[in-house]
C-alpha cells in the first residue's frame, strides 16, 4: 500500500493472478497439427500412384511446413512475452512449458512433412 502524499488515503495494488499466455496455446495447437499433417503426406506420398502421390504429398508438405513454422515463431514469441519483466499490478504471463512444446512438435512437423515428402520421390522413382 503506498500514502498518497498530502491525503489521508492510500493506493492498494491487488495481486493480479498469472494468466496463461495465449501465443504459448497457439503454439501447441499449431505444432500438433503439423505434425498430424506430416502423417497425411507420409500416408499420401506412400499409396498414391507414382507421380500423383508425390504432387499431392508435396501440396500437403507446404501445409506441414508452414503451420510448423508458425507454431516456432509464435512459441519464441510467447517464450518473449513470457520472460518479459513487468512492474507489480500488471499481468503475468506463464506458460513457458506450453511455448516449448510447441516450438518442438512445429520443428518436428516440418521435419517430418519434408522426411514424407522424401520417401514419397523415393517411392516413385523405384
Not at 58 to 76: D, I, K, M, Q
Amino acid at each position: 500500500m503506498d500514502a498518497v502524499p498530502g491525503t489521508q488515503f492510500g493506493v492498494v495494488y491487488l495481486d493480479v493472478p498469472a494468466v496463461t499466455s495465449g501465443l504459448a496455446v497457439g503454439a501447441l495447437v499449431a505444432g500438433v497439427v503439423s505434425i498430424l499433417v506430416s502423417l497425411l503426406v507420409l500416408c499420401v506420398g506412400v499409396t498414391g500412384a507414382d507421380w500423383d502421390g508425390v504432387w499431392a504429398a508435396g501440396a500437403f508438405t507446404v501445409l506441414g511446413a508452414l503451420s510448423g513454422a508458425g507454431a516456432v515463431g509464435a512459441g519464441l514469441l510467447g517464450l518473449r512475452q513470457i520472460h518479459r519483466p513487468l512492474p507489480p499490478p500488471a499481468v503475468r504471463f506463464t506458460g513457458r512449458g506450453l511455448a516449448w512444446a510447441g516450438v518442438g512438435c512445429g520443428g518436428a512437423g516440418m521435419l517430418f512433412s519434408l522426411a514424407g515428402l522424401g520417401l514419397a520421390l523415393l517411392v516413385a522413382l523405384a
